[in-house]
């Protein structure tokens, strides 16, 4: 089969199916071509289509390939569907982000780290299926252990997991962190006037409830 | 920690009262402190985190809200710490202890703000729904095997809040007392949904002239929902909320 026949295969393919879909399950709708030339017309497409002032792109998504709208264009896209774009609070994202990085994770272990009960927050997730549960672990009390899911990726437009914004870059903040201050903190402790200096600053200070343009 | 203690710029505070911001829990409170002051994870025993930290509290004291119990187990840290610190011999502190306290508040403290900037990136990509766009596959409408989201409670008393919240933002302030029986919404919701129509969510209040009305017709549809007379579902995730005739002959629970 010729590459722009197999393309244009794979372009009414993409635009049907909607969501994403395997090289392997796109070779076995076409028939036959072998899936490793599905493979690789497909990241031609994608490196095409990315190039080219299309409103729509081809991204790895969750495993697969899918179609998607151009970013650019979201605000006409939001109007013409009249969509809500989905509610994603700040504790949402926050627990979602630990149980993506931890998974898989049980709520003791995600309340230790995020320092609050989560037990609502971990509802909502379930609801909006962007965790699920993955099991219990083999420990004391069989704790129940929280994974993500495809619905998750999708949101995200994540390939897998391993595409996650990467943690070890704050590793080495971390580290950087570090040495700058462990000098500082000896010589806050060694000569009190400095914090005493702090607190007359703080004492200034607006209080902070004070509304200063972070209220979320 | 009583009343009179309480620094007096916090009374001054006045109209910041309603509008204070929500912290997720003691860790984000104290990130959010430490940024203020410009320190560091490292820092979080400075006075003017402590200090800064209590009055947060004690704040929340005040206008009666009910401060979680992580938020005090935090502050008895923070004071724990300080007053290992305060003590004239050193010798007589159990440094050892108040050191790995610090330890590990400074450890969940990076350890959390970690996540929080994980966060913060994830909410800044693409997101499905609010900057990209699929196509919606094999028409949902038509197909009634297609894959369906239930809209669960949340998703409608989400919706609930927004529909109230418009007529609050348009309707005068004023109380009326009236009784409207939850009974007389049923007939309306179901001849809105005559012949296999859906109807969105929002649909249902579009002409109801005031709360009371509003929450009648939301509860008269839970009951719909419960007798499982009409269901509710989204056809993409977080997105409306549709309202439809559940064929009732078979899907009708037995025990109602």
Known sequence: MEESHLKSILESLLFAAGEPVTAAKLADAIGDVPRATVAKALAAMATDYAGSNRGVVIEEVGGGYQMRTRKDYAAYVRKLLAARPPRLSRQLLETAAIIAYRQPITRPEIEQLRGVDSGGVLETLLEKRLIKIAGRKEAPGRPIIYSTTQEFLELFGLKDLESLPDLSEFKEIERAVEQVNTPPIESVETHPEDVEDVEAVAAADPPPAKDDSESS | MSDETAPPRIEAGGGVRFRLPIYEGPLDLLLHLLKRAELDPHEVTASVVTEQYLAYLELLDQLNLDIAGEYLVMAATLLLIKSFAMLPHPELADTEEAEEL?????????????????????????????????TPGEQPQEDPNAPRFEASIFDLVEAMGAVLKRMADKTPRGITLRDIPVAECIPRILSALEGGSRVEFTALFADAADRSIVIATFMALLELLRRREVRAYQEVRFGPIFLERAESSDTAPQQG
């Open chain 2, 102 to 134: 610090k330890r590990d508040l400074v450890a969940r403290l990076l350890e959390y703000q970690r996540y929080r900037e994980a966060a913060d990136k994830l909410a800044g990509r693409a997101l499905l729904g609010r900057d990209v766009f699929t």
